[in-house]
């Protein structure tokens, strides 16, 4: 069963089959455990490096069909997967502790790539919404922007008002269980990507 949840162009939702195959590199040997004041340190920091040299070395690309693959292994295997970016077969998956301008510094334009994915770790992380609203608002971003990790029915709502189109569902939730999730409100108040703020929606001469 997909765990994937799409956005249709008539504003329905659904749950699609995953035409892209993730690209991920294996685990590092020595993998380190931040800690500080005794508890363990789950968000990566801001330009912290992804993956060492070795995983992206030991990264298994697939030869054929559309990868999602992290930004650093673009960086790593780009000179073998130009012709591919081209083709429209490559997407980008950015951390939350990766930035936008990283990304643009590797795309000057960002609508060459059919798919942006943001990966989160663990749910609490906010910054995938900021990736989110940024990439749409701010770069102009016009392609499938898909939310994938941590991704929960509750959040799906603020996923979409954040920008977002497709949601890939923790496996061990059910797709179909979540898609109401993306109808939890019908008036927000704040404004976002998807809408303007409610005192600009509503007239309140006729209320």
Known sequence: MSQLIQLQANGQARVVEDTWTRV????????????????????KLTGEASFTEEQLAQTHIPPTGNILVPLAVWQAHKATLQPRL??????????????????????????????????????????????????????????????????????????????????????????????????????PYQGAVDDVPVWRRLNRSQA
Request: glycine fraction near 8%; hydrophobic fraction near 50%.
């Open 24 to 43: 991920i590199p294996p685990a590092a040997a020595d993998a380190a455990v931040r800690k500080q004041a005794g508890k363990v340190v789950l968000f």
């Open 86 to 187: 081209a083709a429209g077969e490559i997407g980008i998956v950015l951390a939350t502790h990766e930035t936008v301008e990283a990304l643009q510094a590797e795309f000057a334009d960002l609508n060459q790539l059919p798919l942006i994915a943001i990966f989160v770790e663990r749910f609490s992380d906010g910054r995938i919404f900021t990736l989110g609203h940024w990439l749409r608002s701010r770069c102009g971003f016009k392609n499938e922007l898909r939310a994938i990790g941590d991704v929960l029915r509750d959040q799906l709502f603020f996923h979409k008002r954040a920008g977002f189109n497709s949601f890939l569902i923790r496996a061990d939730r059910s797709a179909e269980a979540a898609l109401s999730g993306l109808n939890d409100f019908s008036q």
